[in-house]
C-alpha cells in the first residue's frame, strides 16, 4: 500500500506528464507512468549501455521474469524493463491482486527462488565465470529473508519456534555495539547453517525451473532487447507462446508525420514577454527535478 503523500505525488507527477504532452486531461496513460516514477526512480536514458551490458540485463530480468510466472503462489509480473532506474539497469516489478497481512512460508521459498532468477540466468546463458554484480542487491535482500525465517518466524526444523537474538533495540546510532548477546556460539552457528541451506534450496530451485523453461527465458529476453519494457499482457502473451503484436507508434511521431494546418497558424508572432522597464525576456522555468550524476561504476 501507499502512504497519501505517495498517492499525492503520483497525481502530480501525472498532471506535469499530461501538460508534458500538451493534453487537455490526465490519462491511465500519464499516471502508469507516475507511478513508475515515484515507485522505481526516473528513467535514466542518458545512461549509455553497450551490446554486452544490455544482453546481460534482458537476460537477468528475464531469468526473474520466468521464476515469478512459473512457481506458484507468487505475485504476478505485472511489469519488466531494462531501462536502467536510479541505480539498477533493469527492474522487474511483481505486485499483489490483493491486500496481504501475512506470508506463507511456501510464498517466502518462492520468493527467495525468484530472487535468484537473475543470478542464475546468467550463470545458465554467459557461464559461472561470467556472472556480474548485477545480483548483488538480490543477494542481500535473499539472505535478509532466509535470516528472519530461520531467526524470528520459526521455520527452521532444526532451530525450532525460538525466537533468535535480541528484539530489543536502542534507539541510537550504532545500536548493533549495543546489542547484548543472548545466544550461544552454537545456536549462532546453526542459524547460519539453516539459512545457507535456504538459499542453497532456493538456488537450485531457480536452476532447476530455468533449465525446464528456457524457451520462455530466450523469448522474454529477446523481447525485451526489442522493446525494453513488457507489460504483463505481453508476459502472458509469451508464456502461451504467443507472437507479440507490432509496437505502437508514439504520439511524438504521429503528430510529427502529419502536415502542419494552416489555419491554425498565427499570422505573426506574439510579441516577447518582457519585465517591466526591461528589454530582454522573461526568465525560463526553473527544472523540475536535478538528476544526480552516475557514481556507480560498477553496472
Same mark, same amino acid.
Given at each position: 500500500?501507499?502512504? *497519501?503523500? $505517495?498517492?499525492?505525488?503520483?497525481?502530480?507527477?501525472a498532471?506535469?506528464?499530461a501538460?508534458? +504532452?500538451?493534453?487537455?486531461?490526465?490519462?491511465?496513460?500519464?499516471?502508469?507512468q507516475?507511478?513508475?516514477?515515484?515507485m522505481?526512480?526516473?528513467? +535514466? #536514458?542518458?545512461l549509455?549501455?553497450?551490446?554486452n %551490458?544490455?544482453?546481460?540485463?534482458?537476460?537477468?530480468?528475464?531469468g526473474h521474469?520466468v521464476? *515469478?510466472?512459473? @512457481?506458484?503462489?507468487l505475485?504476478?509480473?505485472?511489469?519488466?524493463?531494462i531501462?536502467?532506474?536510479?541505480?539498477?539497469?533493469?527492474?522487474?516489478?511483481?505486485?499483489?491482486?490483493? $491486500?496481504r497481512?501475512?506470508y506463507?512460508?511456501e510464498?517466502?521459498?518462492?520468493?527467495?527462488?525468484m530472487l535468484?532468477?537473475?543470478?542464475?540466468?546468467e550463470e @545458465?546463458?554467459?557461464?559461472?565465470?561470467?556472472?556480474?554484480t548485477?545480483?548483488?542487491n538480490?543477494?542481500?535482500r535473499?539472505?535478509a529473508?532466509?535470516r528472519?525465517?530461520?531467526?524470528?518466524?520459526?521455520?527452521? $526444523?532444526?532451530?525450532g519456534?525460538?525466537s533468535?537474538?535480541?528484539?530489543?533495540q536502542?534507539v541510537f546510532l550504532? #545500536?548493533?555495539?549495543?546489542?547484548?548477546?543472548? @545466544?550461544?556460539?552454537h545456536?549462532?552457528?546453526?542459524v547460519?547453517?539453516?539459512?545457507?541451506c535456504?538459499?542453497?534450496?532456493?538456488?537450485?530451485?531457480?536452476?532447476?525451473?530455468?533449465?525446464?523453461?528456457g524457451?520462455?527465458l530466450e523469448?522474454?529476453a529477446?523481447?525485451l532487447?526489442?522493446?525494453?519494457?513488457l507489460?504483463?499482457?505481453?508476459?502472458?502473451?509469451?508464456?502461451?507462446?504467443?507472437a507479440?503484436?507490432p509496437?505502437?507508434v508514439?504520439?511524438s511521431e504521429?503528430?510529427?508525420a502529419?502536415?502542419?494546418?494552416p489555419?491554425?497558424?498565427p499570422?505573426?508572432a506574439?510579441p516577447?514577454?518582457?519585465l517591466p522597464?526591461?528589454d530582454?525576456?522573461?526568465?525560463?522555468?526553473?527544472?523540475?527535478?536535478y %538528476?544526480?550524476?552516475d557514481?556507480?561504476k560498477?553496472?
Amino acid at each position: 500500500g501507499m502512504s *497519501g503523500a $505517495d498517492l499525492e505525488n503520483i497525481c502530480n507527477e501525472a498532471a506535469l506528464h499530461a501538460a508534458r +504532452r500538451d493534453a487537455e486531461k490526465v490519462s491511465m496513460k500519464d499516471f502508469e507512468q507516475a507511478k513508475d516514477k515515484v515507485m522505481f526512480g526516473t528513467e +535514466r #536514458r542518458s545512461l549509455v549501455l553497450t551490446e554486452n %551490458e544490455r544482453q546481460l540485463t534482458a537476460y537477468h530480468e528475464a531469468g526473474h521474469v520466468v521464476l *515469478g510466472v512459473k @512457481i506458484p503462489g507468487l505475485d504476478p509480473v505485472y511489469k519488466v524493463s531494462i531501462i536502467p532506474r536510479g541505480r539498477a539497469l533493469g527492474i522487474t516489478a511483481s505486485l499483489p491482486e490483493e $491486500d496481504r497481512h501475512s506470508y506463507t512460508k511456501e510464498w517466502m521459498e518462492g520468493q527467495l527462488a525468484m530472487l535468484f532468477g537473475g543470478r542464475v540466468a546468467e550463470e @545458465i546463458i554467459f557461464g559461472p565465470k561470467d556472472v556480474t554484480t548485477g545480483a548483488g542487491n538480490d543477494i542481500e535482500r535473499a539472505t535478509a529473508m532466509a535470516r528472519k525465517m530461520v531467526m524470528t518466524f520459526g521455520m527452521s $526444523d532444526a532451530v525450532g519456534l525460538v525466537s533468535v537474538g535480541d528484539s530489543e533495540q536502542e534507539v541510537f546510532l550504532g #545500536r548493533e555495539l549495543g546489542q547484548r548477546r543472548v @545466544i550461544s556460539e552454537h545456536t549462532a552457528r546453526l542459524v547460519d547453517e539453516e539459512v545457507k541451506c535456504l538459499l542453497d534450496t532456493a538456488h537450485e530451485r531457480a536452476h532447476e525451473v530455468l533449465k525446464e523453461h528456457g524457451d520462455l527465458l530466450e523469448s522474454v529476453a529477446q523481447a525485451l532487447l526489442e522493446r525494453e519494457t513488457l507489460g504483463r499482457e505481453e508476459i502472458e502473451a509469451l508464456e502461451r507462446g504467443e507472437a507479440l503484436p507490432p509496437q505502437p507508434v508514439p504520439a511524438s511521431e504521429e503528430i510529427s508525420a502529419s502536415p502542419p494546418d494552416p489555419s491554425k497558424q498565427p499570422d505573426k508572432a506574439p510579441p516577447p514577454l518582457g519585465l517591466p522597464g526591461a528589454d530582454g525576456p522573461l526568465p525560463g522555468p526553473a527544472t523540475s527535478f536535478y %538528476e544526480a550524476p552516475d557514481h556507480n561504476k560498477e553496472g
